[in-house]
C-alpha cells in the first residue's frame, strides 16, 4: 500500500530564503509524482509534474526533483517570498487499469514571514 | 478555456438531508477523480469515473456515497443522509481522454476549487 510522508509538517522561514520541502514514498513504482500548492480554504494549484521517466522540473522559481529508486521527491524553492505562504502537497500517481490515481501527503505548510 | 468548476462551493445541510455536489471538467476531458480532505487530513481518492461509467470506486464510504457521470451534464457526488462527520471539502479532478501507458502530460490532473460541505 502506497504512503506519502512529507518533511517538514511546518516551516517559517525569513523572506528570501532558499527551502527544500521533502515527499517520500515506500512504493517506488509510481507513474509519476505532482507537487500542488493550497491556500487556505482554497482549492489545489498544481506547480509541477513529474513523469515516472524524468529526473526533475522547473518553472520559475521552482524546481522538483525524482528518485525513484529511493522513494523521495524534493521541491526546492528559491529566494521565497511571502506570497510563497501556504500549504504544498506532494502526489503520487499509480497508473492502474488506464488511470492515475493520486495517493497525496498530509503535506508541509510553509510561512515566509517579510 | 475554463478549469474543472464545482458547485455549490458551500454548502450546509442538517443532519439526515442529502448533499449533492457537481463538478464539471476541463472542455475535453472525460476522466473525473473526486477526493475528500477532512479538517486537517490530507486529501484522500474516493471515486474514479469516466463517461457513465464508474472505473473504481474503493475511496467511497459503502453506504451513503454514489457518483454519477452521465453521458450530457455535469459529474454528481451525491451524500444521502449526512452525519456531521461528512463536513469535509470536496475536491473534483478531471484529466484528458487518454493518460496513455508511456507517460506525458495527458495523465496531469487538473483540481477544482472544491465544495466545503457543513453538516449541523
Redesign the interface.
Known amino acids: 500500500k502506497q504512503e506519502v510522508t512529507q518533511i517538514p509538517a511546518a516551516l517559517s522561514v525569513p523572506e528570501g530564503e532558499n527551502l527544500v520541502l521533502n515527499c517520500s514514498f515506500t512504493d517506488s513504482a509510481i507513474?509519476?509524482l505532482?507537487w500542488?500548492r493550497q491556500d487556505p480554504?482554497?482549492?489545489?494549484?498544481?506547480l509541477l509534474?513529474i513523469?515516472?521517466?524524468q529526473r526533475e522540473q522547473t518553472s520559475g522559481r521552482l524546481n522538483a526533483s525524482l528518485d525513484k529508486s529511493s522513494g523521495r521527491s524534493t521541491l526546492y524553492i528559491a529566494a521565497s517570498q511571502p506570497g510563497d505562504s501556504a500549504t504544498y502537497?506532494c502526489?503520487v500517481?499509480g497508473?492502474?487499469?488506464?488511470?492515475?490515481?493520486?495517493?497525496?501527503?498530509?503535506?508541509t505548510r510553509l510561512a515566509v514571514h517579510p | 478555456n475554463a478549469g474543472v468548476m464545482q458547485n455549490p462551493r458551500h454548502l450546509v445541510r442538517r443532519r439526515g438531508q442529502e448533499a449533492r455536489l457537481r463538478c464539471s471538467p476541463v472542455k475535453g476531458h472525460s476522466h473525473v477523480y473526486w477526493y475528500r480532505q477532512l479538517p486537517e487530513e490530507g486529501l484522500k481518492f474516493m471515486v474514479y469515473l469516466q463517461k457513465e461509467n464508474i472505473i473504481d470506486e474503493s475511496g467511497m464510504p459503502k453506504e451513503r456515497f454514489s457518483a454519477e457521470f452521465p453521458k450530457e451534464g455535469p459529474s454528481i457526488l451525491r451524500i444521502q443522509q449526512v452525519v456531521r462527520g461528512d463536513s469535509a471539502a470536496y475536491f473534483c479532478a478531471s484529466s484528458p481522454s487518454s493518460p496513455g501507458l508511456a507517460g506525458g502530460p495527458d495523465n496531469e490532473q487538473f483540481f477544482g476549487p472544491g465544495t466545503r460541505l457543513t453538516v449541523l
Request: no cysteine.
Open positions: 507513474y509519476n505532482q500542488f480554504g482554497k482549492g489545489l494549484t498544481s509534474l513523469q515516472s521517466s502537497l502526489a500517481g497508473f492502474s487499469g488506464g488511470y492515475n490515481k493520486l495517493i497525496f501527503g498530509a503535506g
